[in-house]
């Protein structure tokens, strides 16, 4: 629904590009005329993306990126500007997360993924800044959390906990960031049906339905329906918005009670 061109002469960098949302996203911006660049810990998975870009038509490439190492996002981001000229989207995406008890969470089971999700989005902020700031087309971070960690995440503390961090942060960047043309926001997905998070936690144990039934709409989303949003918010379209929380959740969140 958008135009071919409604991306046409920005640069992104998605990281966690390789598979999932990361790479709905860059799909979607690929075929909407963006240079992309799709960043990920595992080259096999990158590589098969890249395949799969391709056909979308636009200039594509990738890099191995571990997020919890700063160096490895600067080296990415300058990597990006080196190879399209420019960065005008950054879209921190790379997740990390699994299900345990608080009581029974190792410290550094807490640490990894904060460094992963909180972390690994502070550092795709700082090292994309100034280059951002150099758009011109105005800069955009868009960040990937959940309502989940606005509303309490039960067994999954540490990832909660980093997303209501990277939410807070990127209230905090908007503000400070407004006066250089970027604009900051996240996107809050709700159970996305096709991704292999949902896979796993829900579909693969059976839960598949009843988590489904949780949401207004009484059914899981799609990756499109996140990416068209990450569409909006990187376009042209969203040029008046910062320092907002895109809820793309089928109205999980609001729903208290079962019809
Ligand atoms: C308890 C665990 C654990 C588990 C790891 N740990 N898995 N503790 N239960 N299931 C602990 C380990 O014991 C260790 O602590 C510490 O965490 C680090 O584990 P490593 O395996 O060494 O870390 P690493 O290899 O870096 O892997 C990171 C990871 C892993 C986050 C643990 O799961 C990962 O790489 N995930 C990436 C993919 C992913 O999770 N995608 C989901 C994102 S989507 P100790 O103390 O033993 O040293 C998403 C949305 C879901 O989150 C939305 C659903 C609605």
């Known amino acids: ?31 909407l ?3 992309v660049m799709i960043v990920g810990r595992n080259e096999e998975r990158l590589e ?5 870009l391709k056909k979308s038509g636009g200039s594509v490439a ?22 399209f000229g420019q960065l005008d989207i950054m879209v921190n995406n790379a997740a990390g997360n699994f299900i345990c008890p608080t009581s029974e969470l190792s410290p550094n089971g807490w ?3 904060i460094d992963i999700d909180l972390n690994g989005t502070f550092y795709g902020c700082h090292a994309a800044y100034p280059h951002l700031q150099k758009s011109p087309f105005g800069g955009s971070i868009i960040s990937i959390i959940t309502m989940l960690g606005v509303t309490g995440w039960p067994q999954a503390a540490h990832a909660s906990a980093a997303k209501g961090g990277i939410l807070s942060l990127s209230r905090t960047l908007a503000v400070e960031w407004g006066a250089d043309n970027i604009r900051v926001n996240t996107i ?17 144990v059976g839960r598949g339905e009843m988590e489904a039934q949780k949401t207004a709409l009484g059914r899981f989303g799609k990756t499109i329906d996140i990416a068209n949003a990450a569409v909006f918010l990187a376009s042209g379209l969203g040029e008046y918005i910062t320092g907002e929380n895109l809820i793309v959740d089928g109205g999980r969140w609001l729903k208290q009670i079962a019809p």
Do not use: W
């Open 1 to 31: 629904m958008f135009t071919n061109d409604t991306l046409k002469g920005r640069s992104a960098l998605v990281t966690g590009g390789g598979s999932g949302l990361g790479l709905g996203i860059a799909t979607a911006y690929a075929q």
């Open 33 to 35: 005329g963006a240079n």
């Open 48 to 52: 098969s993306a890249i395949e799969h």
């Open 62 to 83: 990738s890099m191995k990126c571990d997020v919890r190492n700063y160096d490895e996002v600067k080296a990415a981001v300058e990597a990006t500007v080196s190879r």
């Open 111 to 113: 640490r990894t993924v």
């Open 188 to 204: 809050s997905p709700g159970p996305i049906g096709d991704t292999e998070g949902v896979k796993r936690m829900y579909i693969d």
